[in-house]
């Protein structure tokens, strides 16, 4: 299993960032995909869930109405739009997975090296 981040980097407050994701080949179809992200000192959190079928995005209260996931079926990857961006965003984001449908816990089993954003 093998998710590979990417469009980690430095922002200032009030910006955008995206990240994207590409797993590997065994690791897509009927899966939850999503981003969980852990800033120092503090507890894993995830942020934002979709299913690879049918079914609405998930996200945390933190970053409802300013991140944004999305995915394309056909290239096999997901993405994480992220804006209006504030100090509390900064943290170690991680692409995650689980072979199930999503639910409102975002549960993941797999996740990736993460990419480091940074807010200031």
């Known amino acids: 299993v093998q998710l590979v981040e990417s469009g980690g980097g430095s922002v200032q407050a009030g910006g955008s960032r995206r990240l994207s994701c590409t797993p590997s080949g065994s690791i897509y179809n009927d899966n939850c995909m999503g981003w969980i992200r852990q800033a120092p000192g503090m507890e894993r959190e995830a942020v934002a869930a979709i299913y690879t079928g049918l079914g609405r995005p998930l996200y945390a209260d933190s970053v409802l109405g300013r991140f944004t996931i999305s995915k394309d079926n056909a290239r096999k990857m997901v993405w994480l739009q992220m804006n209006s961006l504030k100090p509390e965003d900064t943290a170690m984001y991680y692409c995650?997975?689980?072979?199930?449908?999503?639910?409102?816990?975002?549960?993941?089993?797999?996740w990736g090296q993460g990419t480091q954003v940074t807010v200031s």
């Open positions: 995650a997975a689980a072979a199930a449908t999503c639910r409102s816990h975002m549960h993941f089993d797999h």
